[in-house]
């Protein structure tokens, strides 16, 4: 059977007469307050039970308090939480950590609980009476079945361990209290691959988790694809023909295709982390120059000029007297010499 305690009701603002009188939970449904002061712990000292929260919380503390009762009841069990701590760092009144744990029972955090039941129990003195002390225990005890212990190494140090998106520490890290269920662990270091695996982790056991971080590489695939078989050289290297693809460091690289009879291809190409680049290259034929020493056909500007032998004479295609021409440009093609001006 469950302790009592695992039936909590939403703190209530009214306050107590007799906190002797009330459990924990008795104490949680009270008002807040600044520190414990000397009239709550005087009466404890003079047999009397000490007053409940709602008459000793005082000032900021206090109305941190009455927000965190207000979330509470209205069922915001995660952001009472933080005003129950928020008046806690106020008041270091120790009921408010019985508070803090109810809030966490209500989001089903076992594992949050036991770290704030067990303060409860140290730093509670005579403000928590023995009835509350054995109501607490008993709580713990129950939660057992419900956690489980978590070991994560890593073969880095100073690495930030994560367990379901929340950072819990680095490495080394000492044994870790997480509910049972299915658990994200995540490990990162800076200059490493992030870590990451999903274990499911039965209650009341003890889990090993060992992770390995490998150094990050800045690579990147490229492939590169031709029309022809053509010698494809990256960054000078030659690596292939006609087709290759392969791992290359991130950043720009030369790229130069070559094949007989056609145009080269040369040019860069980015690279990026972990992506694939696809550089496809249709080579064009290449351009001849035009015969040298042909006597009669001369190619000139893509057009057909038809030039007859004159022995050492000359034989003028344009006439020196056309007032529209400029003057002729003189040159030598052997045997003989044409003249050609140029159309103004």
């Known amino acids: 059977m469950l302790p009592q305690s695992w039936a909590w009701a939403a703190p209530s603002p009214t306050a107590r007469p007799s906190a002797a009188s009330a459990s924990p939970a008795a104490a949680a449904s009270a008002d807040p307050a600044s520190p414990p002061t000397e009239d709550s712990t005087s009466d404890s000292a003079a047999g009397r039970p000490p007053r ?19 979330l509470f009841e209205d069922g915001d069990a995660a952001g009472a939480s933080l005003k129950f701590r928020e008046a806690y760092e106020a008041s270091k009144d120790p009921r408010l950590l019985w508070n803090m744990a109810a809030c966490e029972k209500q989001q089903r955090h076992y594992a949050k609980m036991i770290p704030l039941l067990e303060q409860y129990l140290d730093q509670g003195g005579p403000l928590v009476s023995e009835a509350d002390r054995v109501e607490a225990r008993a709580v713990l005890e129950t939660l057992q079945p419900f956690v489980a212990t978590l070991n994560v190494a890593a073969n880095e140090p100073d690495a930030d361990v994560f367990i ?18 299915s658990r994200r662990i995540t490990v990162k270091k800076p200059g490493f691959v992030e870590w990451t ?6 209650g009341g056991t003890a889990r090993a988790i060992a992770a390995t971080l490998k150094p990050e590489r800045h690579v990147g695939t490229l492939r590169i694809d031709t029309d022809s078989d053509g010698a494809i ?4 290297r030659f690596v292939g023909q006609g087709h290759w693809e392969g791992e290359l460091e991130s950043g720009s690289h030369s790229i130069e295709v070559t094949s007989p009879g056609k145009q080269p291809y040369e040019g860069n190409t980015a690279v ?12 064009k034929p290449r351009q001849e120059p035009p015969p040298v020493g042909l006597p009669t056909w001369v190619w000139v500007a893509g057009g057909v000029l038809l030039a007859t032998g004159v022995g050492l004479g000359a034989y003028a295609l344009f006439s020196q007297d056309d007032p529209g021409r400029a003057p002729p440009i003189e040159g030598t093609m052997q045997p003989g010499a044409i003249q ?5």
């Open 197 to 202: 695996a999903t274990e499911s982790i039965a």
């Open 52 to 70: 409940p929260l709602a008459q000793t919380l005082a000032g900021t503390a206090k109305e941190h308090y009455d927000a965190a009762v207000l």
């Open 272 to 283: 990026l982390d972990g992506q694939t680049a696809t550089l496809r290259v249709a080579l």
């Open 233 to 236: 050289r990256v960054d000078g």
């Open 340 to 344: 050609m001006p140029l159309c103004r």
């Open 164 to 181: 379901d998106g929340e950072l819990v520490g680095r490495t080394p890290l000492p044994p870790q209290r997480v509910d049972m269920g």
